[in-house]
């Protein structure tokens, strides 16, 4: 049920990921792919007994909701650009309009992190979440992208968070 077209099968990885000495199931599933989409799931498996096995999942609602309060979008049309932020770090992406025939200056309307390109990657007991940042301009389709929001997840056993933000060029992968 898992599978999309393209066929990704999901990546599964041991860890003490909530740092309560015991090791938990890393889940990273495919679910969603298209032109401009690429979206793991993550899930952390908690082993409470033999037989009870707790699924915390890291929902789109939830990391969204975190990165619509963290990352900003700060559009300056004297430079010709966007300023992406998260947490101190920043990122200057010049508006594509000043590049292209009859596209307006200034025509920035709006920057989404997160909702068509994610990622997770397991390394030891840590988990990094890399988010695609889409910013989207008045006569140009599809939306221009622009790098990714990396950050550390948290997990605490039955929550999850994001830390340590870093704008980055390069969308995830």
Known sequence: GYLTPRAVLPAMAYGDFDGDLELELALLVYTDSGTGVSIWDLHIIEFESETLW?????????????????????????????????????????????????????????????????SFSVSGDAIRADFGVSLFYENIVPSVEAGSVQADVIFTGSAFGLANFMVVADAPA
Do not use: K
């Open 54 to 118: 707790t699924d915390c999942w890291f929902a789109p609602p939830d990391y969204q909701a975190i990165l619509s309060q963290i990352v900003t979008y700060t559009h300056d049309p004297s430079v010709g650009g966007v300023t992406i932020a998260a947490g101190e770090s920043r990122r200057f992406q010049p508006d594509p309009a000043l590049q292209q025939d009859g596209l307006t200056p200034g025509a920035f309307q709006t920057g989404q992190c997160g909702d068509s390109i994610v």
